[in-house]
């Protein structure tokens, strides 16, 4: 027997954002993002929902292997390409697609004689700094890529650091244009966040994740607006009741004290569930349908709600502690953090349940 703590897993949800993201970019292949194990959600569960995506996108050849293994036929996609040279035969059997982001990869590709074709996608660092080549390597790059007969058919990709907020795509769009001018290939350009708000960067391949998963990627713009449906709702129970005076505290470093008599409920939830413990006293959380609030500091198997207002609140009544009614970004938020980080968070102890 597990402790009653769940992750209900949507696949509907899935399907729905799926399409949602598909009618926002019509004219584009799409390479569903998957890395982190579906983003928390189960890699096998989301792949088998989405499985009328073009491609699926991780961050592991494990991934990918476990996703051939489930009998997926169409494009997967290594997002940080190979990490060392011994990778290279798993990719070539598991016909793998490779983002190729430095000059290393080339080599090691170079010297491995490849007999059979690898496509790949090379990255362009258009001010993101993180992977790929940078504007003054671009071309030579390419042209090494070029030089290898078998690194084919070549997508040209990049990635924006900035989509999701308000200082917008254009300048990393006008080095992308520049450099890409004219050049015979597809490229890949666009995060959920692009999808969503820059239909000038959708381009061949889109490569949504968040949006697949029903959060927004924007801090100003709820998933409802955007017609996103969440797809994972994390839920538990209450399994203990305490009875608080004015004055009494709360939990680990008596962190909350109570400034009026209280109706406390124990929710078997904690941080090694995955439930942040920065979130703080008033983190949003739902008991019975009801929203309340968390309080003082949450441990490891559990953390507290305030059901002072909801009485008939008992022993086995329904926690949700995002999802369905309440969106994992409101959570997010309260724990100075964002919502992939949480829904990524979700342990291995917390199994899949529906509502
Ligand atoms: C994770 C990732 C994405 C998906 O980003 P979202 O913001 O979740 O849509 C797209 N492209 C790359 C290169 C990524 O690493």
Known sequence: MSRPIFAHIDTEALQHNLSVTRRHAPHSRVMAVVKANGYGHGLARVAYALWDADGFAVASVDEAIQLRDLGWIKPILLLEGIFDASEISLCVTHQLSLVIHNSEQINWLRAAKLKQSIPVFIKFNSGMNRLGFPPANFRIALAQIQSIPTLSPITLMSHFATADDQYGIATQLAEIQQHFALLPYPMSLANSAAILRYPDTHRDWVRPGISLYGASPFADTSAASLNLRPA????????????????????????????????????????????????????????????????????????????????????????????????????????????????????????????
């Open 232 to 355: 994972m709702t994390l839920h538990s129970q209450i399994i203990a009741i305490q009875t608080l005076k004015t004055g009494d505290a709360l939990g680990y470093g008596r962190l909350w004290v109570a400034d009026r008599d209280s109706r406390i409920g124990v929710v078997a939830c904690g941080y090694a569930d995955g439930y942040p413990r920065h979130a703080v006293t008033g983190t949003p959380i739902l008991v019975n349908g009801v929203r309340t609030r968390t309080l003082g500091r949450v441990s490891m198997d559990m953390l507290f709600v305030d059901l002072t207002e909801i009485p008939d609140a008992k022993v086995g009544s329904q926690v949700i502690l995002w999802g369905q009614g309440l969106p994992v970004e409101d959570v997010a938020a309260a724990a100075g953090t964002i919502s992939y980080e949480l829904l990524c968070a979700r342990a291995q102890r917390v199994p899949e349940r529906t509502l």
